[in-house]
């Protein structure tokens, strides 16, 4: 098993390359195979080598580790060798047509209700004066395509009423159509997993396969990604890892979303791609758009951070953050970043917040007791114990006060876990100062 993601280097990554990158990485590592990177870069015009970088650091930071790198733009040498042992066989041919006579051709057939196919010429009709050919790959019509996907089922195309694929421009350069076939016999793709909107090309690709002698790799096609929400959809193309990073997201958060949407599972709060991959099976791919959804990412993010051990953090969170904080905190964050934001509550000052007049008395009287208890875990029990007794309130006028003042805010996390952090000192500064 072998699979490979095949970005052309002329952008950032988004949601949707970035999910058929897992989708790849997720069932060769479920088979114990390899995965390859794959740059596409034959276009040297629009190739970046920023983008090179860009599509690597992003990989990184999702944690889809390449067990391999490939690069096209040094695959030339090997394409001419092919690119001869295909023309000498037939399957490949000059054309001499300028995109203007193309087009009249493809008005002409439309207008005649025929399919704009691309008619080919004689062998030995006269070549235009001054032209250098462009080259197409002979379609062999006598052979139908058919293969069974892995997402799609049986999938058939005649070949006759596809138009022969122009493969490798007048300059020399390359079209993506032939060298992708090159690269996954040669690396030994045995999987290729990409959009629904390569069917056809995987229709003409499939003959390549053949006419090289190649074994066919299997095909798996997936639906496409949507934007389930309005705002999102006009540029869905663009989301990607800097806005991740922008909004203080997990990589896990999109990965568990992008493992699992467009399938019959659930989306489940999954902490590794390991966890992902064992439960990666094109069985449960469905037909329809997948609807992408950043809410999701968000819930997604909050539900990992609450299921977070300690240990699988510490060395992100900030100084004075340790195992009894994070324990008290991470159950309230939606995102990481969140954490420091309690520094101040729990080991440094904070604004004194407005309370209620009628609360002030109370809030002395919290001190005075509060002065004389043992300040362990299980101080905030005891604390509001003893001033429900004192006072005989309870609920939200026994607890609401008491939180507003140690800590500043109406809401977050338990109280219980709170109040032992915040220390003694801290906490009867706080309650006299209301
Ligand atoms: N570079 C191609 C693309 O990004 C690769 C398609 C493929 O063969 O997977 O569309």
Redesign the pocket.
């Known amino acids: 098993m072998k699979t490979r993601f095949?970005?052309?280097p002329t952008g950032r990554l988004h949601v949707g390359n970035i999910r058929t990158a897992l989708h790849n990485y997720l069932l060769s590592h479920r088979d114990g195979g390899a995965f390859l990177l794959r740059i596409?870069d034959t276009d040297a015009e629009r190739s970046k080598e920023e983008y090179v970088e860009a599509i690597r650091a992003d990989l990184e930071w999702l944690g889809i580790a390449p067990d391999e790198e490939a690069r096209q733009s040094q695959r030339f040498g090997r394409y001419d060798e092919l690119f001869e042992q295909l023309r000498a066989a037939g399957r490949i041919y000059a054309c001499y047509e300028t995109p203007e006579e193309l087009e009249v051709r493809r008005k002409v057939l439309l207008g005649r209700g025929l399919p704009p196919v691309y008619e080919r010429k004689d062998a030995d009709a006269p070549v235009p004066e001054g032209r250098s050919p462009h080259w197409r790959f002979r379609l062999d019509h006598d052979t139908p395509i058919a293969w069974d996907d892995l997402v799609r089922g049986q999938q058939k195309f005649d070949p006759a009423l596809i138009s022969d694929p122009v493969i490798r421009r007048a300059d020399g350069s390359w079209l993506?159509m032939l060298p992708?076939v090159i690269d996954d016999m040669d690396l030994g793709i045995t999987h290729?997993v990409?959009g629904e909107d390569?069917v056809t090309n995987s229709a003409i690709q499939l003959q390549m396969f053949d006419a090289l002698g190649a074994q066919r790799p299997y095909l798996a096609h997936e639906a496409l990604l949507v934007a389930a929400e309005g705002k999102l959809s006009k540029r869905l193309g663009s989301v990607g890892v800097d806005e991740m990073k922008a909004r203080g997201l997990e990589p896990m958060a999109l990965l568990a979303l992008l493992a699992r949407i467009g399938t019959s599972q659930p989306v489940e709060p999954l902490a590794s791609l390991e966890a992902l991959s064992a439960s990666f099976d094109f069985a449960h791919f469905g037909r329809a758009p997948a609807h992408f959804n950043m809410a999701e990412v968000e819930a997604l993010n909050a539900k990992l951070l609450h299921a977070t051990p300690y240990e699988a953090v510490a060395d992100r969170l900030p100084g004075g953050i340790g195992k009894a904080e994070w324990e008290a905190l991470h159950g309230n964050i939606a995102h990481l970043g969140e954490v420091a934001d309690w520094l101040p509550v729990l080991q440094g000052e904070i604004d004194a917040p407005d309370i209620a007049a009628e609360d002030a008395d109370y809030l002395h009287q919290a001190a005075t007791i509060a002065a004389q208890l043992e300040w362990d875990d299980g101080v905030w029990a005891a604390l509001t114990g003893a001033l429900k007794q004192a006072t005989g309130r309870k609920g939200k006028p026994l607890f609401l006060p008491l939180r507003l003042a140690l800590t500043g805010q109406a809401s977050g996390p338990e109280m219980a876990a709170l109040l032992p952090l915040i220390g003694k000192d801290r906490a009867l500064a706080r309650l006299r100062r209301a």
Do not use: L, T
């Open positions: 095949a970005p052309a596409d993506y992708s290729v990409r390569h």
